[in-house]
């Protein structure tokens, strides 16, 4: 303000001092021109002429002087007033410095806040002016050097700087600005990343007359790019794994951003998703929920969940669980991830456990039944899961198991015991109780431990196995109370069965038998692989076996075996049951005595009687009279007849043993039945029957045992002679009917009666009683025949009419 | 015991109808049977030579020369007529001696035996006098 003033003096100065020079210089002249007495020209007493002059140089100078004064003071005026603009100006000017200089601060303050440095390069100048940020980012303490432009140049990395300096120059010569990136290195070496625009700088004539430019040092913003590009890359390559599809919608609910779940085959094409409207591209029912979702995601700021369905090509449906959430105040992402396999197997899961034949319940850790499936409602006969639900497990046990299942609860609950299985008894709301075969298990509940139950209803089981085991004891006791010996052994061989008559048999306890070889039971061990072979060969079979008892004694054993096979037919072994026959063997022994004793003890008085008689009525021991030789007759008669009661009898044994031996020949018929006709002669002579053969043309043969047909043929001639009326004739003949040889003898006597036809093969069958000593018969013949007629491989039967007469006939194979 | 041309138990000698001399060899256990078959032969002309068991037979067979025919009885004691024919046979000169087995009919499965060990024939008992006659006339030709 001082300074304002004292211009001011200066300028009052200016103005006066002129005046009082022009006014000084005007008396002067006057003075001169009046006498040159200065003082009194300057009071105007000039002589004149002098006195002329004088007076106008003094009134011209005193006009002039006035003029000028006039004139400063208009002068003085303007300078004052334009002192005072240009007061004003310097202050502003002042005004504006202070702010350039503070803009300047800020903008170094800001340059080294933003790493700006900035620098300026004229023509013709050789140093660059270098702001201070320019320094520190080229490493240096601001001004610590004059920097030109070569050592500029010289600063940045040699890789760069011919690039630079030719975008200097173009810049320069074409006035463009320029931007470009480029190394620099530190005094230290540290090399960093600049970015750097330039741009010349144009006089008023538009040439360029400089470069200006600015750098900034970029080498942590592009580091942090280069992280986050390579974050970005990282989370799309995860994301490309993730094997959700996904979904990132603007404001609008654009879609900006798409990956499908797969990239091969995906259900939404990339190109006709991304850019378009979600509600565009997604199905109606779709759309609609994810509009919801994506309002109450932005309403409450939690992920949003919703599953869907989404048609697919080939006409099944894919099911999702989609996830939305609001990301960057206004956008959405949404991530569908497919659960059509976990629906399905949930579903699978579900309709398992509905449709599970064992009941299935799950109690929490104090036993409260948190759910139960059908089968599980069935087994406590509840009608609906509400009678079940909420109700402690223990009411469905026995009181006295509570405190055992309150323990194991726990024990499983608390991961002590992963899971057990025990046979119990439960209690269904009936108050009806059924074993169980009960399987418990930890297991989460909505997210709490709890003890998952399968439960099986063993009722049947355990009657099934009750009745199996009374099964077994009533097998068992069958087997136990056999007379019969029976044992079975395995595939190996080895007893796995012997019963009690085989241990009273063979004198071994079982312990001492099971287990070990079947070889050890018999008396020639080598045959008993043979015949166990034969008898899986046969599918069974009997044979007589020699044991040998645990004392070494030697037994026979009629042994009947057959192989035992499991459900599926595999072989297991072999079962045996065996009769000790050594006793059978003893009687029969004692019988084949018996009969050859009777056969001898009998025959031999008989033979002595019958001998006597013979000779007696032979007159070998002298004349006998007429009526002696009848009663002596009579006597030989009925020997004879005993005698062949005792053939016959034997006969009947032998046959009926399998004792009788057959000797097969081949033989023509007619002679043998000549033969025996022939033999017969005499007896149907004595009864006045004829006998007859009518052979024709014929004489087959056939392979029998001669005595035998023989003996058939005797007994039939015998049978009708004895039946012929006297006087009249057998006949026998002989023809060939279906390669059968038949035999028949016919007599023309009174026929069988009705009522004996079906007895007539029976054992001492004789038409009447009364006939018995009237015809002599043993009533064994005919028995005897047709068991012979059918060893010999044939069929033996008659036709009868009564009072015509009765034919016999027998037919054999015819051999050839 | 032997007993030749019968002895003092046959008190009636039957008189022979023919006299041929033949000589018979008989074994036969059964008192009367044995009787019977002497009283039988002799009276057809024979002269017998009896034997009531088997030893009893060896011993005849090993004491007298050859006899025209031998007559056994099949069930005999102490050694049964198959083994007095093997042994008659095992003797050279007697090899041509008929043998005819007396067999009860329960044996029957014995005459293949006994005609295979040599026999000439059989007869069953109860054997007709007449037959048995007949059937050692055949063989004394």
Not at chain 1, 40 to 69: A, C, K, N, P, Y
Not at chain 1, 313 to 339: P, Q, W
Not at chain 1, 431 to 455: K, L, M, S, T, Y
Request: charged share 25%.
């Amino acid at each position: 303000m001082s300074r304002s003033i004292g211009f001011s003096w200066r300028r009052q100065l200016t103005v006066c001092l002129p005046l009082c020079v022009t006014l000084a210089l005007t008396l002067v002249i006057f003075l001169h021109a009046n006498s040159l007495e200065p003082r009194e020209i300057s009071h105007g007493q000039l002589d004149e002429q002098r006195s002329l002059e004088g007076w106008s140089v003094l009134v011209g100078g005193v006009l002039f002087t006035g003029l000028l004064g006039a004139f400063l003071l208009v002068m003085n005026a303007r300078a004052n007033r334009a002192e005072r603009e240009v007061e004003q100006r310097t202050a502003d000017l002042s005004r504006a410095l202070d702010d350039l200089r503070e803009q300047k601060r800020q903008r170094a303050e800001a340059q080294q806040l933003a790493h700006i440095g900035t620098w300026e390069w004229r023509v013709g100048m050789d140093t660059v002016d270098w702001s201070d940020e320019l320094y520190r980012i080229f490493g240096l303490a601001p001004g610590e050097i004059e920097m030109t432009y070569e050592s500029y140049l010289s600063r940045i990395h040699p890789s760069d700087r011919c690039r630079v300096r030719n975008i200097f120059r173009e810049a320069f010569v074409k006035g463009h600005s320029f931007q470009s990136e480029e190394r620099i290195v530190r005094p230290n070496g540290a090399v960093r990343l600049i970015e750097s625009r330039c741009r010349a700088i144009l006089d008023e004539n538009g040439k360029p007359s400089g470069l200006m430019g600015i750098c900034q040092d970029v080498t942590e913003r592009k580091q942090a790019e280069q992280v986050s590009k390579e974050g970005e890359s990282r989370f799309r390559t995860m994301l490309k794994a993730v094997p959700d599809m996904i979904f990132r919608l603007d404001a609008n609910g654009v879609v900006i951003d798409y990956k499908p779940e797969r990239e091969d085959d995906p259900p939404l094409q990339p190109e006709t998703t991304l850019g378009k409207l979600f509600a565009e591209t997604l199905p109606t029912h779709i759309s609609r929920q994810l509009a919801n979702a994506i309002h109450s995601a932005r309403e409450s700021g939690q992920v949003e969940t919703f599953d869907y369905q989404l048609p697919v090509s080939s006409g099944k449906t894919l099911d999702y669980e989609a996830r939305v959430v609001t990301i960057e105040e206004t956008g959405t992402l949404c991530i569908a991830r497919n659960i059509t396999q976990e629906k399905h197997a949930v579903e699978r899961f579900r309709r398992l456990v509905e449709l599970a034949p064992d009941g299935i319940m799950i109690v929490n850790a104090s036993g409260i039944v948190q759910m139960a499936n059908p089968a599980m409602l069935s087994l406590l006969s509840a009608d609906t899961e509400n009678q079940i639900l909420d109700q402690n497990m223990l009411t469905f046990v026995p009181d006295e198991e509570a405190g055992n299942w309150t323990e194991l609860l726990s024990r499983i609950v608390q991961g002590r015991l992963p899971s057990i299985q025990v046979e119990s008894r439960f209690i269904s709301l009936s108050r009806q109780d059924f074993p169980a075969e009960i399987n418990a298990r930890h297991c989460e509940w909505d997210g709490h431990p709890g003890v998952q139950f399968i439960i099986r209803d063993v009722t049947e089981r355990k009657q099934a196995e009750e009745q199996l085991k009374s099964s077994h004891r009533y097998v068992r006791s069958i087997i136990d109370c056999s007379s019969d010996m029976i044992i079975a052994v395995d595939n190996n061989r080895l007893i796995t069965e012997f019963n009690k008559a085989a241990q009273r048999t063979f004198g071994y306890s079982p312990e001492e038998v099971l287990g070990k070889h079947v070889d050890m039971l018999y008396a020639e061990p080598e045959t008993g692989a043979v015949m166990h072979k034969a008898f899986i060969e046969q599918s069974g079979g009997i044979q007589e076996v020699l044991n040998k008892h645990k004392n070494g004694e030697v037994f026979t054993s009629f042994l009947s075996a057959s192989p035992l096979r499991d459900a599926e037919g595999r072989l297991v072994g072999m079962m045996g049951v065996s009769r000790d026959i050594t006793a059978r063997k003893q009687v029969e022994q004692l019988k084949n005595e018996f009969i050859s004793t009777v056969s001898h003890e009998l025959r031999t008085p008989l033979t002595a009687i019958l001998a006597s008689l013979e000779l007696i009525l032979d007159g070998a021991a002298g004349e006998v009279s007429e009526q002696t030789s009848k009663l002596i007759g009579v006597a030989y008669e009925n020997s004879e007849r005993l005698v062949r009661l005792v053939s016959d009898i034997l006969d009947i044994e032998k046959i009926e043993s399998g004792n009788m031996v057959f000797d097969f020949k081949p033989m023509r018929i007619v002679p043998v039945l000549e033969e025996t006709i022939e033999s017969m002669h005499a007896y149907a002579e004595s009864h006045d029957v004829g006998l007859n053969l009518r052979a024709g043309s014929s004489d087959p043969t056939i392979y029998v045992d001669r005595d035998r047909l023989i003996q058939v043929v005797t007994n039939l001639l015998s049978n009708a002679i004895r039946f012929s009326p006297a006087g009249d004739g057998v006949e026998v003949s002989v023809r060939i009917e279906n390669r059968k040889v038949c035999v028949a003898v016919t007599d023309h006597g009174s026929g069988i009666p009705e009522e004996f036809r079906t007895r007539v093969f029976q054992k001492f069958a004789q038409a009447d009683s009364s006939d018995r000593r009237q015809k002599g018969g043993t009533g064994l013949g005919l028995a005897i025949s047709k068991s012979i007629v059918e060893r010999l491989g044939g069929e033996i039967g008659f036709e009868t009419r009564t009072n015509k007469g009765t034919t016999f006939w027998f037919d054999l194979p015819e051999w050839r | 015991m032997i007993y030749l041309n019968g002895d003092e138990q046959l008190k009636n000698k039957p008189k022979p109808a023919k006299t041929s001399h033949a000589t018979v060899l008989v074994a036969e256990d059964d008192e009367h049977i044995s009787y019977l078959l002497n009283f039988m032969l002799l009276r057809e002309g024979y002269e017998t030579i009896l034997a009531r068991d088997g030893r009893e037979a060896q011993a005849v067979i090993d004491e007298i020369s050859p006899p025209d025919l031998v007559l056994l009885d099949i069930m005999l004691p102490y050694q049964d007529g198959l083994q007095l024919i093997a042994y008659v046979r095992s003797k050279p000169d007697w090899i041509k001696v008929p043998i005819v087995m007396l067999t009860a009919k329960s044996q029957e499965r014995d005459i293949t035996r006994a005609l295979d060990a040599g026999a000439n024939d059989y007869v069953i008992k109860p054997f007709r006098p007449k037959e048995l006659a007949a059937r050692l006339r055949r063989l004394l030709k």
